[in-house]
């Protein structure tokens, strides 16, 4: 009796997950015409002005192009503008592709680049990548010029970034409030469904610029659990699955049956204090803290190794990155801070985390680590979306996320993370503000001397060294694992992977 009822309860968990990875969904048993991604969230939004996360990102780049792209060394290239000419400091004049094509049909003209631009301006989530811009002038239906205040350093590779996508006016226009889930762009596929929560269904458009995409039908699951996601590999229920840390990641970097495919990207991971909430205010307790902890632990037990202690706000891959002095673990230090502090006996404190495995497993170790200078710590863990909402209206009180430059320059870098213009959703979730720091961050964005902006980065990252309106944890390698039949797969810096011209056999 007893082994007829574990059957049925194996059966029945195996249908359970059958279904939560799609075993239901016709284009999941799509063969070589479907490729299946997962990642560990769902996106935010499809509106490329309405939310700068990642799991959008690595959607939205595949519905959407920018006028730039950037190369593999960071120098911005062209994509949907053929090229551009600098008259002077202030101006820059573009000259688009013609016969790009939107999802509707509609061929993209200037005055759609004008429209997009002029909309993102206007966001607050992304409005700052732009700061600078005062002028989008449609000179004819393939010439853009665009002029800045002051000399703009960064505005090639910022007209780079994901958000910065092209959109249709007309479709645009037409969907109103209702675009992000019914998004219309130029890039090599376009939106079929969103059912929130499970998953993005995309399908190759066949009059890409580019030319059409060998994958017909994309879709993106939302699997939480790595080891979910994991199963569903081994399984053949997805093709490709992001972010894969821990025990998983060891048994899949060892198996010949699957691509493991690692590298290095421009993101750090760190932990965030809100210094609008006493008593991360006081930078004794900052300090404290910092120095309560030890990164080596970490990268060992929930990177594996795969990993570099950080320490400044940039990556050591990233132009202008300087090498600041590391917090090196000094429990009775960090005790004397905080008796110094007024804290002789320690606090009770929360740390918030999404719903992500790594930065959970990073908490733990961190409660360890505090609870040795008489710090309680609870972790609470958040739904992507309301973690972004919360830690952007500041309802949190210490936070782990990641930030990657994904401009390559040191002025979204820091700018978005540190400017006293950018507080919450923006980017900058401890709400730490230093005049010092803004005017230093403006200097750094019209500086057009390569050497005299590394000298004001330097000064930078020395600054929030000595500030810590966030702790640098660590500058992890990503990972994406495929099955071994899906070929061309190439790794995002960003982590934003694009899947045009990726194929799989059968």
């Given at each position: 009796?007893?082994?007829?009822?574990?059957?049925?309860?194996?059966?029945?968990?195996?249908?359970?997950?059958?279904?939560?990875?799609?075993?239901?969904?016709?284009?999941?048993?799509?063969?070589?015409?479907?490729?299946?991604?997962?990642?560990?969230?769902?996106?935010?939004?499809?509106?490329?002005?309405?939310?700068?996360?990642?799991?959008?990102?690595?959607?939205?780049?595949?519905?959407?192009?920018?006028?730039?792209?950037?190369?593999?060394?960071?120098?911005?290239?062209?994509?949907?503008?053929?090229?551009?000419?600098?008259?002077?400091?202030?101006?820059?004049?573009?000259?688009?592709?013609?016969?790009?094509?939107?999802?509707?049909?509609?061929?993209?003209?200037?005055?759609?680049?004008?429209?997009?631009?002029?909309?993102?301006?206007?966001?607050?989530?992304?409005?700052?990548?732009?700061?600078?811009?005062?002028?989008?002038?449609?000179?004819?239906?393939?010439?853009?010029?665009?002029?800045?205040?002051?000399?703009?350093?960064?505005?090639?590779?910022?007209?780079?970034?994901?958000?910065?996508?092209?959109?249709?006016?007309?479709?645009?226009?037409?969907?109103?409030?209702?675009?992000?889930?019914?998004?219309?762009?130029?890039?090599?596929?376009?939106?079929?469904?969103?059912?929130?929560?499970?998953?993005?269904?995309?399908?190759?458009?066949?009059?890409?610029?580019?030319?059409?995409?060998?994958?017909?039908?994309?879709?993106?699951?939302?699997?939480?659990?790595?080891?979910?996601?994991?199963?569903?590999?081994?399984?053949?229920?997805?093709?490709?699955?992001?972010?894969?840390?821990?025990?998983?990641?060891?048994?899949?970097?060892?198996?010949?049956?699957?691509?493991?495919?690692?590298?290095?990207?421009?993101?750090?991971?760190?932990?965030?204090?809100?210094?609008?909430?006493?008593?991360?205010?006081?930078?004794?307790?900052?300090?404290?803290?910092?120095?309560?902890?030890?990164?080596?632990?970490?990268?060992?037990?929930?990177?594996?190794?795969?990993?570099?202690?950080?320490?400044?706000?940039?990556?050591?891959?990233?132009?202008?990155?300087?090498?600041?002095?590391?917090?090196?673990?000094?429990?009775?230090?960090?005790?004397?801070?905080?008796?110094?502090?007024?804290?002789?006996?320690g606090f009770k404190a929360k740390i918030w985390v999404n719903d992500n495995p790594v930065r959970r497993d990073t908490a733990v170790i961190l409660q360890d680590q505090l609870k040795q200078i008489g710090i309680d710590l609870t972790?609470?863990?958040?739904?992507?979306?309301?973690?972004?909402?919360?830690?952007?209206?500041?309802?949190?009180?210490?936070?782990?996320?990641?930030?990657?430059?994904?401009?390559?320059?040191?002025?979204?870098?820091?700018?978005?993370l540190t400017s006293s213009t950018t507080m919450g959703a923006a980017g900058n979730r401890s709400f730490y503000s230093n005049a010092e720091v803004d005017k230093l961050l403006e200097a750094g964005k019209t500086e057009l001397d390569?050497?005299?902006?590394?000298?004001?980065?330097?000064?930078?990252?020395?600054?929030?060294?000595?500030?810590?309106?966030?702790?640098?944890?660590?500058?992890?390698?990503?990972?994406?694992?495929?099955?071994?039949?899906?070929?061309?797969?190439?790794?995002?810096?960003?982590?934003?992977?694009?899947?045009?011209?990726?194929?799989?056999?059968?």
């Amino acid at each position: 009796m007893k082994k007829k009822f574990y059957l049925l309860a194996v059966m029945i968990f195996s249908m359970l997950f059958l279904v939560a990875c799609g075993g239901n969904d016709k284009a999941a048993d799509g063969g070589k015409d479907t490729l299946v991604v997962a990642q560990g969230a769902d996106a935010k939004s499809l509106d490329p002005h309405a939310s700068n996360d990642n799991p959008s990102a690595r959607v939205r780049v595949q519905i959407f192009d920018t006028l730039m792209y950037l190369d593999d060394d960071g120098v911005p290239q062209p994509m949907l503008a053929e090229s551009w000419e600098r008259p002077d400091d202030k101006t820059i004049i573009f000259h688009l592709r013609q016969g790009v094509k939107f999802h509707n049909g509609d061929e993209m003209k200037a005055s759609d680049v004008k429209f997009s631009l002029e909309r993102a301006l206007k966001s607050p989530e992304v409005s700052h990548i732009l700061a600078g811009v005062n002028g989008v002038e449609v000179i004819d239906d393939y010439t853009v010029k665009v002029t800045t205040e002051k000399p703009m350093a960064a505005i090639l590779n910022n007209l780079s970034h994901s958000t910065l996508a092209i959109l249709s006016e007309k479709a645009t226009t037409e969907a109103g409030d209702k675009f992000a889930q019914n998004p219309v762009g130029t890039g090599p596929y376009k939106f079929v469904s969103w059912q929130s929560g499970d998953r993005i269904t995309l399908e190759a458009f066949p009059d890409y610029w580019k030319g059409a995409t060998p994958i017909k039908n994309l879709v993106f699951r939302n699997i939480v659990e790595e080891t979910n996601r994991t199963i569903g590999l081994e399984t053949g229920e997805l093709d490709v699955i992001y972010d894969i840390q821990g025990m998983d990641k060891t048994k899949l970097k060892d198996n010949e049956a699957f691509n493991f495919i690692e590298g290095p990207q421009v993101s750090i991971t760190y932990l965030g204090f809100n210094m609008k909430k006493a008593p991360y205010d006081n930078l004794k307790v900052r300090e404290a803290i910092s120095y309560a902890i030890d990164q080596k632990p970490i990268i060992d037990t929930v990177f594996l190794g795969a990993g570099q202690a950080g320490n400044s706000i940039l990556t050591p891959n990233v132009w202008g990155y300087s090498d600041v002095e590391k917090y090196t673990q000094n429990i009775e230090k960090a005790k004397a801070l905080l008796a110094e502090a007024g804290y002789p006996n320690g606090f009770k404190a929360k740390i918030w985390v999404n719903d992500n495995p790594v930065r959970r497993d990073t908490a733990v170790i961190l409660q360890d680590q505090l609870k040795q200078i008489g710090i309680d710590l609870t972790i609470e863990t958040v739904e992507w979306g309301a973690f972004l909402d919360g830690t952007a209206r500041g309802d949190h009180e210490m936070y782990l996320l990641g930030w990657g430059t994904v401009t390559r320059d040191p002025d979204y870098g820091m700018f978005e993370l540190t400017s006293s213009t950018t507080m919450g959703a923006a980017g900058n979730r401890s709400f730490y503000s230093n005049a010092e720091v803004d005017k230093l961050l403006e200097a750094g964005k019209t500086e057009l001397d390569p050497e005299k902006r590394k000298d004001i980065y330097k000064k930078i990252q020395e600054i929030i060294r000595k500030d810590l309106p966030m702790y640098i944890v660590v500058y992890p390698l990503q990972n994406v694992v495929t099955k071994k039949e899906v070929k061309n797969f190439k790794l995002d810096a960003a982590q934003a992977h694009r899947i045009y011209g990726v194929t799989k056999g059968e």
